[in-house]
């Protein structure tokens, strides 16, 4: 149990603008990447989380409010970065050692004074992606408790196949096994020729499924070797786990049946026919997608708190307990692992023009808004339908 779920997180917010990527120190050339966010004018120490003013109702949220923006508007993610500070700032990123004691200074006044070769800047698509990866973790959390397995299959495939993430090598950082599957798909789709990309064009499926039976090729390559003798490093070392193994037969009896058409940057995932209407439902033994989809929301969670962690830090000579949180997009996260607890669910918004969320509780079991706003929103559609009807 955790009994005292605070934690403290600063910010440095500024004035931001859209720029074209040639303008910034990023190298992207796909026209996916082709903005970022630059900021123009640094502004203050914002203090986003606080241990004494614990987050607790649901308009309070700084994630819920993220989970909330409509990438489409991109004044809304200037907005939030704007107030907020960006979700990767370089300047608390730089701000790893315990160089502020030397200075005499806070930690938190430190950082705003690290020098940067350029001003901070964050790729716009990756704050896009962001947005879509936290909507979806909530989304999954609550298609579980819902049993909604449609959803739960497209949000899997989501994090599975997506190929426009952001991995600098083969052998990039990846604490779980969710993440590395994609990687390695990633990995074997640029090996094999499929530009990555070129999510729109193509045999999507015919990657995935060529991609699987790759598993299976490289465990048997392995069993031969080893029978006679010779020593042989497998490449996709996960397939051993059982996440992997419930993941390749998953899409495997999903792809015996329709077609993977595509998986978009931004969260929309196509088949051939809607999966409602497959037989698959009937054959899928629902313990087990059940298991998977609680493998992949726990993955989720741990690939973006895998760096936050306990610590001791100095301040005015005193030593004080508090966690290591590098970026505003941990401390997001960081938030939510607090919100996640026995009694409590994480529910979306039942208004369909709202992405937002809200926390229900046994104590508000009628509860199916994230607002006051949203419920009369609703109530008055309702109204205008049934004078329309009279």
Not at 46 to 56: C, G, N
Not at 182 to 191: A, I, K, L, S, V
Not at 288 to 309: G, P, Q
């Amino acid at each position: 149990m955790v009994s005292n779920p605070g934690f403290s997180f600063t910010n440095i917010n500024g004035k931001y603008k859209i720029v074209p990527i040639e303008k910034t120190d990023f190298h992207d050339v796909d026209p996916l990447y082709s903005e970022a966010i630059v900021c123009d004018e640094v502004g203050d120490l914002v203090t986003i989380y606080s241990e004494d003013k614990i987050v607790t109702k649901d308009s309070d949220s700084i994630a819920f409010k993220f989970a909330k923006i409509n990438i489409s508007h991109n004044n809304e993610i200037l907005d939030f970065c704007s107030r907020y500070g960006l979700i990767m700032s370089e300047l608390n990123f730089a701000n790893f050692r315990n160089d502020y004691l030397f200075f005499e200074s806070k930690k938190d006044e430190f950082t705003k004074r690290i020098p940067l070769v350029h001003k901070e800047q964050d790729r716009l698509t990756d704050i896009k992606k962001s947005i879509i990866a936290m909507r979806y973790t909530l989304s999954l959390s609550e298609a579980i408790n819902n049993r909604d397995f449609e959803t739960i299959i497209k949000i899997i495939t989501y994090f599975c196949f997506d190929l426009t993430n952001h991995f600098s090598s083969p052998d990039a950082l990846c604490a779980t096994e969710l993440y590395r599957f994609n990687r390695d798909f990633r990995c074997y789709c640029d090996e094999c020729g499929y530009e990555a990309f070129n999510y729109q064009e193509g045999n999507f499926t015919l990657a995935v499924t060529s991609f699987l039976s790759e598993l299976e090729r490289d465990e048997f390559i392995e069993n031969l070797w080893h029978a006679n003798g010779q020593p042989y490093r497998r490449r996709h070392i996960d397939y051993d786990f059982t996440e992997w193994r419930h993941i390749k037969g998953l899409f495997e009896d999903i792809l015996s049946q329709t077609k993977l058409i595509t998986v978009e940057p931004f969260g929309e995932v196509k088949f051939s026919k809607p999966l409602s209407e497959i037989t698959i439902f009937k054959q899928l033994q629902e313990k087990n997608l059940l298991n998977l989809a609680k493998a992949v929301l726990s993955d989720l969670f741990k690939e973006k708190l895998h760096t936050v962690y306990p610590e001791i830090q100095i301040e005015n000579g005193k030593q004080v307990a508090s966690w290591r949180i590098p970026t505003l997009l941990d401390a997001m996260y960081l938030e939510l692992f607090f919100r996640f607890s026995p009694t409590g669910q994480v529910k979306r918004c039942a208004d369909p023009s709202c992405d937002g969320f809200f926390t229900w509780t046994p104590s508000r079991p009628t509860q199916k808004y994230c607002c006051n706003e949203c419920a009369l929103c609703v109530a008055k559609r309702e109204q205008r339908k049934r004078e329309k009807l009279k």
